[in-house]
């Protein structure tokens, strides 16, 4: 069966970095767009940024924009996270999700989901 696995959530100082991994198994990866969505407490799951099947282009909500990169390894079945310059309003548990349609920003359109990595950002 499909699953993703998210990991590298934690601690971390406001201004730091923190890289999340999402590592696929029981699908085509390459035929899928990968998008992390984040969910902090109280509130309703979010866009964070996604990429194509081809890895060619990328989308990020504005909030995120130019601190978080999108990436992905489709040799090794793995889309990444990279998120520098972190502020507390980035605390969330942060979910890779994966579908072979057109990228969405909605949380509603995404076929398979992992199971959220926590990340905690302390000012």
């Known amino acids: 069966q499909v699953q993703l696995v998210e990991s590298g959530g934690g601690l971390a100082q406001a201004g730091g970095s923190l890289r999340l991994s999402c590592a696929a198994s029981g699908l085509t990866f390459s035929s899928y767009n990968l998008a992390w969505l984040r969910q902090a407490l109280g509130k309703e799951r979010e866009f964070v940024a996604a990429i194509r099947w081809s890895g060619g282009r990328t989308y990020y909500a504005d909030s995120v924009k130019g601190r978080f990169t999108i990436s992905r390894d489709n040799a090794k079945n793995t889309v990444y996270l990279q998120m520098n310059s972190l502020k507390p309003e980035d605390t969330a548990v942060y979910y890779c999700?994966?579908?072979?349609?057109?990228?969405?920003?909605?949380?509603?359109?995404?076929?398979?989901w992992g199971q959220g990595t926590q990340v905690t950002v302390s000012s």
């Open positions: 999700a994966a579908d072979m349609s057109a990228v969405s920003r909605s949380r509603y359109d995404y076929q398979y």
